[in-house]
């Protein structure tokens, strides 16, 4: 028996119970099923893309059964692709748990349950440790993608809720699957949009980390145009957590040199970080074009980030407009010489060093403060 913190719930005579399932849980004892749609149907729905994709699909077809008994529709290749990119998301970023909510089992076999004390609705649910007892009601792709992703999560900290029903006759399962997923409520594009604002983010730094993250989504001449997958969908490959984050701290610092020219420093945060990434691309720029490279990874991102306020400084003692465009290349320029494109090779310098933010970041501060290698 695996032992679980419960609470024991009733709605209208009906017994259930709200659980914390690890990942590990969920892994072993949820089994994964799709209605068979003959001998000819396949459980996955979507063809195999040529785009790259962090889910072994070789794999996780094996673990998805099909049968006329089962309820659940086909697999979407595309939502489980989606939903591992956002678990990735917020293993980065550290901000939003990936499963904020609840998803909905039934046990095929009776589940115990040990109050704390006599009469409580809080206690120990004992579920038999045994594969595949486990079927999910709603949430099969969230679950499905956290199988895909178990190597990340396995030896982290991360509990799963569930509501989990024993021994619910089948078609009040299927009639519970039906209610459930008989429609589906999308925000329009515009709705969208106006989410992505302001109206998001009542904190100023957090407003203003949107702002230019926005910008270099949105403007042409940025190089990461159409490249960030703003609030977790879009076709671009760059979190947007990550990047607004970083920008966050920065703009809720004094790193700018003082409240006043932080303050400043916001109104032309979106054009010096468009240009600043622009001659990025220009000085790395095998890697920032290349597709063996990790330049525009969550880490480098944060790193070229984190460093912006030592770039503005020596525009300043410059006397430049900081956000001047071939000022900033002057002052970066020491990255070409000293770093170089091949440190942001994924298999090569990048693994064999163990990048880090902080270890990226110190390396580019470093060659800003020696531009020709002098006292290191």
């Keep these: 028996m695996i032992n679980v913190a419960a609470i024991r719930m009733q709605q209208f005579g009906v017994q259930f119970y709200q659980a914390s399932l690890t990942a590990s849980d969920i892994d072993k004892l949820v089994r994964f099923e799709v209605l068979s749609y003959g001998e000819s149907g396949q459980p996955v729905r979507g063809g195999k893309k040529k785009a790259p ?25 595309r939502k489980i692709d989606e939903i591992v990119q956002y678990y990735e998301q917020c293993r980065q970023a550290r901000d939003l748990p990936s499963i904020p909510g609840a998803v909905i089992i039934s046990c095929d076999e009776k589940l115990g349950f040990e109050p704390i004390e006599a009469g409580a609705v809080v206690g120990r649910l004992k579920v038999p440790e045994r594969e595949g007892i486990l079927r999910a009601i709603d949430g099969q792709h969230r679950l499905l993608a956290l199988h895909a992703d178990i190597d990340n999560i396995r030896d982290t900290d991360f509990t799963v809720p569930a509501i ?71 076709r671009g490959r760059v979190a947007q957590a990550p990047l607004a984050q970083e920008l966050k701290k920065l703009f809720a610092s004094d790193a700018f040199g003082g409240p006043k020219k932080s303050a400043d420093f916001r109104e032309d945060s979106r054009k010096f970080f468009v240009n600043y990434l622009k001659q990025v691309s220009v000085v790395f720029g095998a890697a920032w074009g290349g597709r063996k490279y990790s330049i525009k990874s969550a880490t480098a991102l944060r790193a070229f980030i984190r460093v912006a306020p030592d770039v503005v400084r020596r525009l300043d003692q410059e006397h430049v407009d900081r956000t001047d465009f071939r000022a900033i290349g002057r002052v970066i320029a020491p990255w070409g010489r000293r770093i170089g494109d091949l440190r942001f090779e994924t298999d090569g310098a990048w693994k064999r060093s163990g990048t880090t933010v902080d270890t990226l970041a110190r390396e580019l501060k470093l060659a800003l403060e020696y531009p020709e290698g002098a006292g290191v």
Excluded: C
């Design 53 to 77: 994709s962090k889910v072994n699909w070789d794999l996780l077809e094996r673990r998805i059964a099909s049968s006329e008994k089962a309820y659940q529709r086909q697999i979407i290749r």
């Design 164 to 234: 989990i029903f024993d021994r619910l006759p089948e078609d009040h399962v299927v009639q519970m699957f039906v209610t459930i997923n008989a429609k589906h409520t999308r925000l329009n594009a515009s709705h969208l949009v106006t989410l992505s604002g302001r109206q998001l983010y009542r904190d100023d730094a957090l407003a203003a980390a949107h702002d230019v993250v926005r910008a270099l989504n949105d403007r042409e001449d940025s190089p990461l145009h159409g490249e960030i997958k703003l609030l977790g969908v879009g």
